[in-house]
């Protein structure tokens, strides 16, 4: 997600002054505000219907329910959160970071800071996002490399090949099949285990 595309954004907030502080600095950073919400009660429902690219969230101090509500969407609608509260305690700013906000302001609400800590809502959300990807590549790599190890040792010991030799072989499947090397060695395995039983 870019920060110099327009974002849409759905907007949480239960205080008509303090919210038109808000809109007024989404407005002046060019963001397309979609919907004003009084809560969090249903929030999954409506991001999956308005899909907004950043949630803000602007709270006089947020409830364990509303974090859990955060929390549900980052699991099924991952996006960025910058929520700003009036009052707050570390146990508090803890549990909304771990439920997926992304940048939490404190007594700190103000209409020409809404679009910095919306830019930093939207780059640490799509640094962490970055590095988990990555992590499940690796994750996926390795899981791979067992596999194709275990499906080569199959083929040595069954074919009499040597490791190069079963190497070779099980690229040519992937080839001739337009698979991954990976998915080949897995059917392998998948089929031998059939024989077996």
């Known amino acids: 997600m870019a920060v110099n595309k327009q974002l849409s954004v759905l907007l949480i907030d239960d205080n008509p002054a ?6 007024a600095g989404l407005r002046d950073a060019g963001y397309v505000l ?13 991001v999956g219907a308005l899909k907004p690219d950043v949630i803000v969230v602007s709270i006089d101090s947020p409830s364990r329910d509303a974090i859990e509500d955060l929390r549900r969407v980052t699991e099924q609608q991952p996006r960025p959160i910058a929520m700003f509260a009036d009052h707050s305690d570390p146990a508090t700013i803890a549990a909304g970071m771990e439920a997926g906000v992304c940048a939490y302001v404190v007594k700190g609400l103000a209409k020409d800071r809404v679009q910095s800590v919306v830019d930093v809502a939207v780059a640490h959300f799509n640094r962490y996002h970055s590095m988990r990807e990555e992590l499940d590549r690796a ?48 059917d392998i395995l998948t089929y031998a285990k059939a024989l077996k039983n």
């Not at 303090?18 to 809109?23: D, L, N, Y």
């Not at 979609?34 to 409506?46: F, I, N, S, W, Y």
């Open 139 to 186: 994750r996926l790599s390795l899981v791979e490399r067992k596999t194709v190890d275990r499906a080569k040792g199959l083929l040595m010991e069954q074919k009499g090949l040597s490791e190069e030799a079963a190497y070779k072989l099980l690229r040519k499947l992937a080839m001739d099949q337009n698979k991954r090397i990976g998915e080949v060695a897995q």
């Open 34 to 46: 979609l919907e004003r919400l009084d809560g969090t009660v249903d929030l999954a429902a409506k």
């Open 18 to 23: 303090r919210a038109e502080i808000v809109q």
